[in-house]
Structure formats: C-alpha cells, structure tokens
C-alpha cells in the first residue's frame, strides 16, 4: 500500500488578489478581517483557519485548495 501525504505550501492569495485588482484592505473589508491579517497570510506569516478560507475562497470566486500551493510529500 502506497501512502500518499500532501502538506501545505505558499499561500497564493496574492495572486488571487491581483487577479481580481483588489487589494488587502477591500478584501479584509469583505471578509470581516483586518488588512493586518490579510497581510500575514500573503507573507507566509499565518495560516488562514478554515473558516478564513472558505469567506475568503467565497469572495474570489475560487476554491478553497487555490488560495495555497499543495505540495506532494
């Protein structure tokens, strides 16, 4: 039996963001978070919570598993 494990790598927000041109501040606005923590997610700094994820993956039109790079291990 092969076991296949995937863990999390960049956050690829920024890309979404540019995409859409909108920038932290209007989609901290959108999400109820501050700019501050959008800031730490683009920057690798925190991870977003499911939660965070799924409002923030809502307002970009995107799915959840696009807002990070998932690496095979």
Do not use: D, F, H
């Given at each position: 039996m092969?076991?296949?494990t995937y863990k999390i790598g960049k956050c690829?927000?920024?890309?979404h963001l540019q995409k859409k041109r909108m920038s932290q501040?209007?989609?901290a606005d959108r999400v109820?978070?501050?700019?501050?923590t959008i800031s730490r997610?683009?920057?690798n700094q925190s991870i977003m919570s499911y939660e965070a994820?799924?409002?923030?993956?809502?307002?970009?039109?995107?799915?959840?598993?696009d807002l990070y790079?998932?690496?095979?291990v």
């Open positions: 092969v076991v296949v690829l927000l920024s890309v501040q209007e989609l109820g978070k501050t700019k501050q997610y683009v920057k994820a799924v409002n923030i993956a809502a307002e970009l039109n995107c799915e959840m598993e790079e998932i690496i095979k």
